[in-house]
C-alpha cells in the first residue's frame, strides 16, 4: 500500500526555519504531482504548496510565498518543504499529498490521491 510519512515538524522560534520531509512509498514517485497543506485549531485547510511530477514548476500560497520552497528528490521519493522566516501565523499541523492527474485546483485536497497524517509545527514569539 501507499504510504507517506511527514516528518521535521516542532518548535521553533518566530523568524527560525524548519524542513519538513515526506517520504512516500508504494507508487511511482516520479510520475506524481505533490502538494503541501496545512491547517490549524479552528482554520480552514490551506493549501500552501505544490510542484509538478517533472519537478519544473512550483506554486505557492500568498501566505507562503518567498518564504518557503518544495522540492523533491526521485531517487529519495521525497518531497520537501524548506520553511524559512516563520511567523506565530504558520503553526499548524502540515501534510503532504501526492496526484498523479493534474485536473483541478492543486490547492484542494480532495483533487489529491494519496496523503499522509502530517506533523505539527509550532511557532512561538
Known amino acids: 500500500q501507499v504510504q507517506a510519512e511527514e516528518s521535521g515538524g516542532g518548535l521553533v522560534q518566530a523568524g527560525g526555519s524548519l524542513r519538513l520531509s515526506c517520504k512516500i512509498d508504494g507508487l511511482t514517485f516520479r510520475d506524481y504531482a505533490l502538494g503541501w497543506f496545512r491547517q490549524a485549531p479552528g482554520q480552514v485547510r490551506e493549501g500552501i504548496a505544490y510542484?509538478?511530477?517533472?519537478?519544473?514548476?512550483?506554486f505557492y500560497a500568498d501566505s507562503v510565498e518567498g518564504r518557503f520552497t518544495a522540492s523533491k528528490d526521485n531517487a529519495k521519493t521525497t518531497f520537501y518543504l524548506q520553511m524559512n522566516d516563520l511567523k506565530p501565523a504558520d503553526t499548524a499541523i502540515y501534510s503532504c499529498a501526492a496526484r498523479i492527474r493534474v485536473r483541478g485546483s492543486w490547492k484542494e485536497k480532495p483533487n489529491y490521491d494519496y496523503w499522509g497524517q502530517g506533523t505539527q509545527v509550532t511557532v512561538s514569539s
Open positions: 510542484i509538478t511530477s517533472d519537478g519544473r514548476y512550483t
